[in-house]
């Protein structure tokens, strides 16, 4: 079983910086692509960012020029650095990972979530 467990989240003011934290534990072999959602109340759960393993980004056009996605692979960890920071990026955080471990084809796994209010 593989585990996803994010941090960083919390409450921010319009223009502040926030970082974002995941990381990848259990029976992994290796990660592919590794990425970060997030859903706002009462809408549907969008795209931020991902990343591949050799570390090509892709990032959604309204957080380009303000977030940044990166990993470390000798971690299992994402991260999701955030500046510029408006109200409409208030929502709940989720990463994700393809991973693939000794005894199961690639597998996506999700973590649990973490909340990211911006507000003055």
């Known amino acids: 079983q593989v585990q996803l467990v994010e941090s960083g989240g919390g409450l921010v003011q319009p223009g502040g910086s926030l970082r974002l934290s995941c990381t990848a534990s259990g029976s992994i072999f290796s990660i592919g692509a590794m990425g970060w959602y997030r859903q706002a109340p009462g809408k549907a759960r969008e795209l931020v960012a991902t990343i591949a393993s050799g570390g090509i980004p892709n990032l959604a056009d309204s957080v380009k020029g303000r977030f940044t996605i990166s990993r470390d692979n000798t971690k299992n960890t994402v991260f999701l650095d955030m500046r510029s920071l408006k109200p409409d990026d208030t929502a709940v955080y989720y990463c994700?990972?393809?991973?693939?471990?000794?005894?199961?084809?690639?597998?996506?796994?999700w973590g649990q979530g973490t909340q990211v209010t911006v507000s003055s």
């Open positions: 994700n990972a393809l991973v693939k471990s000794l005894t199961a084809s690639p597998t996506l796994y």
